[in-house]
């Protein structure tokens, strides 16, 4: 399986590993949020702008109002809010920097909502007076037991009146209104989330049925044999009109075209492997006939030529060679073909040390050794078969190593499975040649040093009769070490 990609440094994945549901997931929560705090910020801007016209036309009101009649004209004296209107007004009168009195006292006064009247202080009246105020209204904050005021400056008679009204009902309607929006948002970012994951889960089930499709025919073994290439897109997922079903009828054509390509395939190689199964079969009794003859000559009383007794002998010698082979090959069609082989329990140790013995005999110039555990080794299989694929390890190794080389032949059991080890100290195989070392007719002679013939079937034999026991095979090769691993599973 893949790796997946490393977290990021909160423990996050990188986006583009994401998958396209928390993608989308993502991408609608991230709009919504965008849009409600766009929205809410708009519609507080606009309701905070409006409260303060309102505001405003308010303060010229209570200006109108305080100066008992038009800001032109009148008896110039300030009174205070309505009775119970519920408004508070802050006024002030100056003439000279010196606060001006009318006939109800000192003009420097802040009345509430409530109708209590409260005196500014001189520190409130510097405040008032380095704030600049002028005809249009200016908000002045006058501490925290007064407040803020929106106010506006008059001058009339010489004497500048100071009239405002508190600011204090915009900032709580503001707030308020923020945390409507807030609140808004978050309710609404609940019902995306878990109404679009639903929706979005809900949409993208035929994509995940078709990766499912891909997913089990990714599964299936392919690559040699009868396939049966029946998987394929639900017909409700091969809509053309939508995306999806793009993806499915494209995906069902693929698998039509590699079902047709793999029943081409297993064709011919039926076709191919009967044809060898055939052929070896058919030679077989040629070649017995001409070893036969062969031999029968050399018995011959009469004198021969040495000449000739030497042909008869290439010939016999050849006949052997190539009856060999064509053995090799009905093997591997009979193996290709499925033949099933006996499972009867069969002693490793003991096939292990007769065929190192019969190396030995074969080569007395390499150095055979065993490496075998106290107690048998058993496993289910053929006798005959398992015996050649300790021959044929041997063989390879007496065969493409020079006279000396060490050649280890080790036996061990781990778990449920059995491990048959063959390592020589030679040359080594070629990285190159490592991928195909075990398919038919691969020779490894220019790595090895060659010291005989060799058809270039053993160890496709090793692989194939592995395979036919429910095991396999495998290499490690570099310079001055080389091991040929053969698992298989154990009784």
């Known amino acids: 399986m893949p790796t997946p990609p490393p977290a990021g440094p909160l423990g996050l994945r990188p986006l583009r590993s994401w998958t396209l549901r928390a993608k989308l997931l993502a991408s609608t929560i991230a709009l919504f949020i965008a849009v409600s705090l766009g929205t809410g910020a708009l519609v507080v801007l606009a309701t905070q702008h409006y ?34 209107s519920g408004t508070a007004m802050l006024r002030l009168g100056l003439r000279n920097g010196a606060v001006v009195n009318d006939r109800f006292g000192p003009v420097n006064t802040v009345v509430d909502a409530e109708g209590k009247t409260t005196a500014l202080t001189a520190a409130q009246i510097g405040v008032l007076l380095e704030a600049g105020i002028g005809a249009h209204p200016v908000d002045v904050d ?10 506006i400056a008059i001058t009339q008679a010489g004497a500048t009146y100071i009239t405002g009204v508190p600011t204090g009902p915009i900032g709580a309607i503001t707030n308020q209104l923020i945390g409507l929006v807030a609140a808004g948002t978050i309710l609404g970012l609940a019902v995306v989330g878990v109404g679009g994951s639903y929706l979005i889960r809900r949409n993208l089930a035929p994509l995940q049925r078709v990766a499912a499709t891909a997913g089990r025919v990714s599964q299936l073994r392919l690559e040699r044999g009868e396939v049966a290439l029946a998987e394929r897109v639900p017909q409700g997922d091969t809509d053309a009109n939508t ?22 395939r297993q064709e011919s190689e039926m076709r191919v492997r009967q044809f060898v199964a055939d052929a070896s079969h058919e030679l077989r009794t040629p070649l017995a006939s001409i070893r036969g003859y062969a031999e029968l000559s050399r018995r011959e009383r009469d004198p021969v030529p040495p000449s000739v007794t030497h042909a008869i002998g290439r010939v016999e010698s050849e006949a052997l060679r190539m009856q060999g082979l064509v053995e090799d090959l009905l093997l591997l069609a009979r193996l290709d073909a499925g033949r099933p082989l006996d499972h009867d329990p069969v002693d490793l140790t003991l096939l292990a040390m007769d065929a190192v013995s019969d190396a030995r005999a074969a080569s007395p110039e390499h150095k055979w050794e065993l490496n075998l555990p106290d107690e048998p080794v058993e496993v289910p299989g053929d006798r005959a078969r398992l015996h050649q694929v300790i021959a044929n390890l041997l063989a390879n190794a007496r065969t493409h190593t020079p006279a000396g080389t060490r050649v280890v032949t080790a036996l061990r059991r781990e778990g449920d499975t059995v491990l048959l080890s063959v390592t020589d100290n030679g040359h080594g195989i070629p990285e190159a ?17 060659r010291t005989s013939g060799s058809t270039g079937l053993g160890l496709s034999i090793v692989s194939a009769v592995a395979g036919a026991h429910g095991g396999r095979v495998g290499l ?6 080389t091991t040929f691993v053969v698992e298989l599973p154990a009784a």
């Open 243 to 264: 995306e999806v079903g793009q993806v499915g009828l494209a995906l069902n054509s693929m698998l039509d075209n590699v079902g047709n390509a793999l029943q081409a």
């Open 142 to 151: 006058l501490g925290h037991e007064i407040g803020t005021y929106r106010l």
């Open 433 to 449: 040649l490592q991928r195909t070392v075990f398919e038919r007719f691969v020779r490894g002679d220019e790595a090895r040093t």
């Open 51 to 84: 409260l303060s016209d309102q505001v405003d036309a308010s303060l010229r009101q209570t200006v109108s109002r305080s100066l008992d009649g038009d800001l032109d004209g009148g008896d110039h004296h300030l009174v205070g809010p309505p009775p119970g």
């Open 476 to 481: 490690r090769s570099k310079p001055g070490e």
